[in-house]
Every structure is written in C-alpha cells, then in structure tokens.
C-alpha cells in the first residue's frame, strides 16, 4: 500500500487564517530582506507594523530579472543572499529560454517548504496515493523535475525519474510507458506533445495507454495546447505554476478554471503594467510575488515574474483548494514576436493557430534572408499519418494567409525528423531566426 505522511498538504484552517499567516510572513520576509545589501536604504520609511496596508506596502520596490542579469553571480550573492554557505542545501536555477541564467541558493527551510508546495500540487490535482508518475522534466540543477519527483513520495505518489528527451530518449520513455504502465505524465507541454508526435511515427495510440492525466508547468499551456494534449493522448491535462524564485506556487482543479495560489506562502498582487498601480481584480496585470517561506537566502520583496494575469475568487473545482485559495487566469501575452515584412506575428498566435489543425503534429517557424535579399518564413510540418500532403499544406497557407496577411514556403518533413533537433533543447525551439 503507498505511504504518505499523515499531513502531506498542510493546509490552513480558513481565508482568515491565511490572512494572519500573511501578516507574520510578510514581517518575517521584510526582516530578511532588510539585511540584504540590495536592499538597505531602499526600505527606509517603511513601518514593518503597517505592512497589511496597501499603501505601505506598495512603498517596496519592485524587483525584475533585468536587474540581477546585471551581475555576475558573486555580485548576486553579495547584494541579496543573506545566509553562509554552510547554510545553503542546494542551488536553483532560474527557468525561461533566453538571457543569463541565474543561481539561487536555497537552505534546507527552503527546501522543506519547497516540498510542501509541490506536494500540494498532487493534492490540487486529486492524484491520489498510488499512482505512479512519468517524469518527463529535465532532470537537474533547474528544479523542475527533481522536485517533483522527491515531492511526490510525501504524496504517496511513485515516480519513474525518466527525464527529458536528452537524457532518456523519447523512443525509450514510450517503450518505458507502455511497459511499466504510469498513470500520470508529468512535464512540459511541448515535450508531451513531441511525445506525441514521435508515438505517431511510430503507430502507437497513446489513447490506449494508461495515462489518464497529464500535469504540466514551465510554460504557456494555451487551450489550443492543452486540447491538442486531450486528443493524442486520451487523458484529462491539468496546469500548474511555479517559478524558481520562489518554487511551486499552485494549480488547477478539474474546472480547470484557473490556478489556485497556495496564498499562505506565497503573497502575489498585481499591478498596471504601465502605471504599476495596484488592481488586484480580474483586470489584467503584472504578477508580483513575494515568497514568504522559501526566502531564507535571498528576500525577494515585489518580484515581477514577466507575467500578465487576472485575479479571481475561488473557482468552480468544489474543494478545499478552491475554498480556500484565490485563482490567477494568464492573459497568456507574451514579447515573443517575429517581424517579417512589416507584419508583426506573435509566437503565442501562430502557435495557437497551427496546433488547432488536428492534421499537424508539429511545426517549426525558420526566418530567412534570400539571395534576392528579401525575408523568407519557412513552415517545416509534420503531419499526421494519413493525411493527405498536399490538400493539407495549400489549406493550411491560404489559412495561414488570411489569418496572418502572410504568406509562407512549406516544408513537409517524414515523422519524427523535428524531434531530433528539438531533444537537444530544454524547451522546443519552434521559431528561428536565421536572417542576415
């Protein structure tokens, strides 16, 4: 019989005691911040007894990746981290595809609180004690998928540490999956759909295998995504969001109406992108966290997270998650865009567009310069066994011409072939830009 602990899940009794849980975290993480150097003299003027009043509150400055990409790593560790090493467990790395990567010392509190947010995400999602989980994250210093893996023992959920497809390659984990029978498919999005993408080369039904739900986090998980993941593999897709900054911060239920933020330890507002006024509501805005039990090395106070959500009360799932905690909705905007021929197109869009074809596996966006010295965009597809090529791709131009204004090269390649270059990337490098 699995074994969890007794109180995986900690959760609080009430709204009003996340309120007065609040109140002492907060405090506590503005004493600690206080003794970073990047912060001193900025929190002057600051009444520490009045941290529950917006106004005061909002007095913090806001704190963004631009301003640690400044420095070199020692320079971070000089201006934020306020620990020895003797006190650091392990480092975190930060997430996202592009800029410099940064390194965040975590103690062995933050560890133990970072378990218990990714515990949780077993607990939102009623995965229940014996279930046996496909880890599909990079396996590494990013923690995405070695926290998920030991979090989930708490749980009273096995796992099989597979890893993503440049460690264990993608033909191996579908021969792992169909051989030892997991129940759960744990990863990024555009991984479990390459998976996909790779059984259908290969004339495996995935709909017949024993995933019944798939969990993913690390990046956007659109409706076009998550409909595309529903159809090839049979199973119900939960989201769920986190960042290394402060560690797994929530996720969905089965309304799947949004991410239910474990507000207890994580305190996050929003604010006018432009203005950096408070809303607060179900207007869209810049998500600012500050974590209240995973900072013990580096306060973080107001950290901008890059991205733009709505706040919401509750939500339609029916449990205690949705009882007790509030739900944030991405606008799933985004600065990724390519410019081609005077027409701006965004990545999030196109993406969107293309997987919403069930004759399309999967794509790749190459920009080019031609002799002539004009833009080229070249689409390299592959699609579904059965389709018919041709009708496909003059359908999928003409589309792609009226919704877009922009006309494409095509490109069909056999199954399987994008896959090979996307395994020897974190994330699916499905735009390139190879203009001179």
């Keep these: 019989m699995a074994q969890k602990m007794s109180d995986p899940f900690q959760l609080p009794a009430s709204r009003d005691d996340i309120r007065a849980i609040q109140s002492r975290r907060k405090r506590a993480a503005f004493g600690r911040a206080r003794q970073a150097k990047w912060y001193r003299d900025k929190l002057d003027g600051i009444d520490p007894d009045r941290l529950d009043e917006p106004e005061e509150w909002a007095k913090i400055p806001i704190l963004d990746k631009d301003i640690l990409r400044q420095w070199s790593h020692r320079e971070f560790m000089d201006r934020l981290c306020i620990v020895d090493n003797t006190d650091i467990a392990e480092y975190w790395r930060s997430g996202g595809s592009t800029g410099k990567p940064v ?65 264990m390659p993608t033909r191996v984990q579908l021969e792992l999956i169909a051989n030892i029978r997991p129940t759960v498919l744990v990863g990024m999005p555009s991984f ?20 019944s739900r798939i969990i993913t986090a690390a990046e956007a998980l659109s409706d076009a995504k998550r409909e595309k993941l529903s159809r090839d593999w049979g199973a119900e897709v939960f989201d769920v969001f986190g960042m290394s900054e402060a560690g797994l911060m929530g996720g969905e239920g089965h309304a799947h109406d949004g991410i239910h933020i474990w507000t207890d330890m994580y305190f996050i507002e929003t604010v006018d992108e432009r203005t950096l006024e408070p809303l607060n509501d179900e207007r869209p805005g810049m998500l600012l966290v500050t974590p209240l039990v995973t900072g013990h090395a580096t306060p973080f106070l107001r950290w901008n997270s890059g991205d733009i959500v709505s706040l919401h009360d509750g939500g339609a799932t029916g449990h205690r998650y949705a009882e007790l905690f509030p739900m944030i909705r991405h606008a799933h ?46 689409l390299r597809l592959e699609l579904k066994r059965g389709s018919d090529a041709a009708e496909a791709v003059e359908g999928l131009r003409n589309e792609i011409r009226q919704a877009f204004e922009l006309a494409v090269a095509t490109e069909v390649l056999p199954s399987g072939e994008l896959g090979k270059d996307f395994e020897k990337f974190m994330k699916a490098p499905r735009f390139v830009d190879r203009r001179v």
């Design 103 to 167: 390194f965040y010392p975590r103690t062995f509190a933050d560890v133990d609180y970072g378990m218990l947010s990714w515990r949780r995400a077993w607990g939102v999602t009623q995965t229940p004690p014996g279930e046996l989980a496909h880890i599909c994250f990079p396996i590494g210093v990013h923690p995405a998928g070695q926290v998920w893996a030991r979090g989930a023992h708490g749980a009273g959920v096995g796992v099989l540490w597979a890893g993503a497809g440049n460690a």
């Design 192 to 211: 479990a759909l390459h998976m996909a993408n790779i059984a259908d080369a290969e004339g495996i039904d995935l709909r017949a295998s024993t995933i």
């Design 333 to 378: 905007r985004t600065a990724g865009f390519f410019k081609v021929r005077g027409i701006n197109v965004n990545h999030t869009d196109f993406e969107d567009f293309i997987f919403a074809d069930p004759k399309v596996n999967d794509f790749q966006v190459v920009l080019k310069t031609a002799d002539s010295g004009l833009e080229d965009v070249l």
